[in-house]
């Protein structure tokens, strides 16, 4: 073939949509990752103030007298673990939030990309349709004037 080479003229475009597209997956790869450790967070506030209240029984439970002092300092203790695991779901609610956010621009960015490949896909074959044309078109001549050689 003697046509040109293919040349999209959108390639620059194109290849920074690209790295978009694989930067917003990195964002989104991270913000998952600090959402699932949110959770493992809330999970041990949990057991932790869950723990608290079975020591909180068994401690009332025994015999004998608990001072108020111990009471009012077991007490501070939950309101302190409770207080933790209220930040750390609101903490889940913002990673939730991002992880959203992120996926939302990840789509976009997917979205932008994946149309400038069909362009250039679209592109690629009007240029190798026309190639191609223009190739049967040279063959085409040759053959008529090979033919009109022989016969005179």
């Not at 939950?78 to 750390?88: K, V």
């Amino acid at each position: 073939m003697t046509g040109s080479a293919f040349r999209f003229r959108l390639e620059r475009v194109r290849a920074v949509r690209e790295r978009t597209e694989k930067l917003a997956k990195q964002d989104l790869a991270q913000a998952i990752s600090r959402r699932a450790s949110t959770e493992e967070e809330l999970r041990a506030t949990e057991a932790n103030i869950a723990q608290a209240h079975v020591e909180q029984r068994s401690v009332a439970a025994e015999p004998g007298t608990i001072s108020a002092g111990e009471l009012q300092v077991r007490q501070s203790f939950l309101e302190r673990i409770e207080a933790q695991r209220n930040g750390h779901a609101r903490d889940l609610a913002q990673r939730e939030a991002e992880v959203a956010e992120s996926d939302a621009k990840l789509t976009a960015a997917a979205s932008e990309h994946e149309m400038l490949n069909r362009l250039r896909e679209r592109h690629r074959g009007e240029h190798d349709r026309e190639a191609a044309r223009v190739e049967r078109n040279s063959l085409d001549e040759i053959a008529s004037s090979r033919f009109g050689r022989s016969s005179a």
